[in-house]
């Protein structure tokens, strides 16, 4: 059997087990298990099974994905969303389609503190949702806007899929999430900008004049803490007082005291974070191990390696080659979540790209790639069919008793899909505009 025979045979028989419902850690697991044995052996499986567990699991560093994750449980549970948006629109709501905008920005400040596109999404929808469907927003708008808002989760810093990006390419985690913030504040002003022209486009999807509280100095305080959070955690790791895990954990800290403060956190919520946190961080760490059991399959098969030779003997444009692999990511995000695609495929792009002349040094192509990556991730969270955050936010308007078609929601996305289009499409040809805040970092 050739090596591309086998290796297709290993996607293959992955994406099978996932079409039938087996979870994507069992399924990465399992498949790469068979490539392996049917290469190597049960000896040489069972020698690398013996170190590589234990040689991921005890990685120090990883130890900022749950610190994170737990700094995202503490905002949600205590309270912090709501102010957030309350804030948001005594801002905004004087604009047409103002409460949107308003979830948009509550959504990039809650993701300031979350790291999680489907955290995000959900948080900001159980408070936003509501209000918007009472001012007289239509099912699809305010559907659209809560998922593509909850994207921002992941695209401004602190970001999980990031820091797994850090990880697995040894990269500067606060370089990374320098990177991020100019491409994530782009973002988060394209969907502002597409739903003022969405709303005077189509007539129906919002009301004339939103109504709203007034800008008051107590909306402006009960943003007060989530303000002090981010200068302590992004001020105290550009400012080398510490690492970004340490900086995770005085954020967690500092998100649990500001809950406390809120009085908005009891022992049963407090037990609920730690509980979530496990969960998530479980799953993340058991997709890890799925992903290096099949990418050690696929690296026996030399694939790979033979996949750089082939598409540098190519000749094409290096910024085509990332094009292509950008678009190959939005299909493969019709069957995966965002952590499973990245933890699969860095190992195979990311040797082929860093073989490539970009113009820039090595350490900013890998930088300008992970925001590439992160941006077509975010993507692949509203387009359809899948699209795990329309899903989260149209199950939650249902449940909610608004009866909102998943097909109305999926057209609500639309608008932010072409603004994630042309903001992707800018930042791959003008990769000085993520690395702008990178040159400012020792």
Known sequence: MSPITLALLIFGLMLVLMAVRVPIAVSMFFAGAVGYLMQAGWAPMSGWLNTQAF????????????????MGHFATQGGISKALFQFAASVMGRFRGGLAMSSVLASAAFGSICGSSVATAATITGVALPEMKRHGYSGRLATGTLAAGGTLGILIPPSVPLVIYAILTEQNIAKLFAAAMVPGLIAMAGYIIAIAIYVRLVPGQAPEHDTSEPFSRESLMGILPIAIIFIIVFGGIYGGFFTPTEGAAVGAFSTF???LIKREINWPKFKECFYATAESSGMIFLIFLGADMMNASLALTQV????AA???????APVMVVAAIMLFYVVLGAVMDELSMILLTIPIFFPMIMGLDFGMSKEYTAIWFGIMVLMTVGFGMLAPPVGLNVYVVNGMANSAGHNIPIAESYKGVMPFLISDTIRTIVLLLFPGISLWLVKFIG
Request: net charge neutral; aromatic share 14%; charged share 5%.
């Open 55 to 70: 040689a991921r699991f005890a990685s120090y560093d990883l130890s900022v994905i749950p610190l994170f994750i737990l």
């Open 257 to 259: 005291i500001a809950a």
């Open 304 to 307: 790979p390696n033979q996949l």
């Open 310 to 316: 082939v598409v540098s003997g190519w000749g094409l």
